[in-house]
Structure formats: structure tokens, C-alpha cells
Nanobody
Framework: QVQLVESGGGLVQPGGSLELSCTAS????????MGWYRQAPGKQRELVAM???????DYAESVKGRFTISRDSALNTVYLQMNSLKPEDTDVYYC????????????????WGQGTQVTVSS
């Protein structure tokens, strides 16, 4: 079974920085893409950033120029470097992966982490 585990969330002051990490483990055959979503109370989960196996990236307009997604393929880990944080960035951030498991590599499945809280406040 594949599992995604996030770390790096916490409290930071406006203008500060924070780095999230997400590591996939378990019966992994290959990773198609990994990324980050966030969800505020009463709102839909929205894409923050993602990176594909080929290295292409996608960002929400609200975070372009401030957030950077990267990966370490050898560690099955993605990172989200968040700079110039704003109070409106406060959310629960969820790691997401499109992953082929070793059990059956016929097609990829969607996996979600448990979420990590990011709070931007003075």
C-alpha cells in the first residue's frame, strides 16, 4: 500500500518562509505526479502546485512567484518552499500523488496525505 506523509507545517509570521515536504512510501512502482492542495473551512480543495514525472510544474495564480515546488526522485519526496507568506495562505495543506503501485501497474491511483496546518499570523 502507498502512503503519503507530510511534514513542515506550523506557525509563521507574515512575510516569513516555510518549507513543506511530502514523502511517498510503500509499494511504489512509479510516480506520475505529486503536488500540494489546500483547503480552507467551507471551501473546495484547490491546487497549489504540482510537478510531473517529466519535471513540468503548475501553480495557482495566487502563489506564483512566492512558492516553489521541487522534488527528489530518489527519495520519492516533493517539497513546497513557501516565501513571502500572507495571512490568506493559512490553510490545511494536503499532499497529493498519482502513483503506480507495485501491486498492479496497470494504471495509477490517487493518494492523499493527512494534511498539515499552515498558519500565517502575527
Amino acid at each position: 500500500q502507498v502512503q503519503l506523509v507530510e511534514s513542515g507545517g506550523g506557525l509563521v509570521q507574515p512575510g516569513g518562509s516555510l518549507e513543506l515536504s511530502c514523502t511517498a512510501s510503500g509499494s511504489i512502482f512509479s510516480i506520475v505526479a505529486m503536488g500540494w492542495y489546500r483547503q480552507a473551512p467551507g471551501k473546495q480543495r484547490e491546487l497549489v502546485a504540482m510537478i510531473t514525472r517529466g519535471g513540468s510544474t503548475d501553480y495557482a495564480e495566487s502563489v506564483k512567484g512566492r512558492f516553489t515546488i521541487s522534488r527528489d526522485s530518489a527519495l520519492n519526496t516533493v517539497y513546497l518552499q513557501m516565501n513571502s507568506l500572507k495571512p490568506e495562505d493559512t490553510d490545511v495543506y494536503y499532499c497529493h500523488g498519482r502513483i503506480y503501485s507495485s501491486t498492479t501497474a496497470l494504471m495509477w491511483d490517487e493518494y492523499w496525505g493527512q494534511g498539515t496546518q499552515v498558519t500565517v499570523s502575527s
